[in-house]
């Protein structure tokens, strides 16, 4: 049974051009070219420009990714570099191993 792929919609928070910064957002872009094939939106807020929006959405730590839609919210913090975490909180992971299930 073929089913529409999911549409994620994600923002990055991060705090200007630092090299935790630069790691994550390369790191997620990685992620999401090879796991996401194009299925996704990525906003990309600097909280030191726009401090409000980190305000509005609770965010503490940078960086931080947010997934936004499919529900549930989820947050991750930090660089990105733990690829199986990340892809957790997006729950894609548990998807994947969902399907396998599916198969047998």
Avoid at 13 to 42: C, M
């Amino acid at each position: 049974m073929n089913q529409a792929k999911k549409t994620y919609v994600l923002k990055l928070y991060v705090a200007g051009n630092t090299p935790h910064s630069v790691r994550a957002l390369k790191t997620l872009k990685n992620i999401l070219d090879q796991e996401f094939q194009g299925v996704y939106a990525l906003k990309v807020i600097d909280v030191l420009k726009n401090p409000q929006l980190a305000e509005e959405d609770k965010i503490l730590a940078t960086p931080t990714l947010s997934k936004i839609l499919p529900p549930p919210v989820r947050k991750i913090i930090g660089d990105l570099t733990d690829r199986e975490r990340v892809l957790i909180g997006l729950d894609l992971l548990y998807e994947e191993l969902s399907e396998e299930d599916d198969k047998d």
